[in-house]
């Protein structure tokens, strides 16, 4: 069993920037490929963006992509979510998830998910 624990979310002003952190628990982090995924509030969770377990092939949803970056240090068993111009609709809870395997964008290929951190944009 692998304990994802998300951080770094918070209330920030439109055009502003946050970075998320997700810290796994396992001694085989280098072989889980890495997602984030946000969730509305009352509204579907969707797909933001993922990397592969080396860090070099990575994923973006539409709605961020130029905006946000994903990156992961293995030796800190730690994904990051570098969130810049963040917009009011970027508000949402995160979700920080792995997947043993091959780089995805689809949700229900990962096997484990994190609570959640929120991120609030206010104008």
């Known amino acids: 069993q692998v304990q994802l624990v998300e951080s770094g979310g918070g209330l920030v002003q439109a055009g502003g920037s946050l970075r998320l952190s997700c810290t796994a628990s396992?001694?085989?982090?280098?072989?889980?490929?890495m997602g984030w995924f946000r969730q509305p509030l009352g509204k579907a969770r969707e797909f933001v963006a993922a990397?592969?377990?080396?860090?070099?092939?990575?994923s973006y949803g539409d709605s961020v992509k130029g905006r946000f970056r994903i990156s992961r240090d293995n030796t800190k068993t730690t994904v990051y979510l570098q969130m810049n111009n963040l917009q009011l609709e970027d508000t949402a809870a995160y979700y920080c998830?792995?997947?043993?395997?091959?780089?995805?964008?689809?949700?229900?290929?990962?096997?484990?998910w994190g609570h959640g951190t929120q991120v609030a944009v206010s104008s």
């Open positions: 990397l592969d377990g080396g860090g070099f092939w990575s």
């Open positions: 396992t001694d085989t982090f280098g072989d889980f490929a």
């Open positions: 998830a792995a997947e043993r395997g091959k780089i995805t964008t689809t949700m229900s290929d990962y096997d484990y």
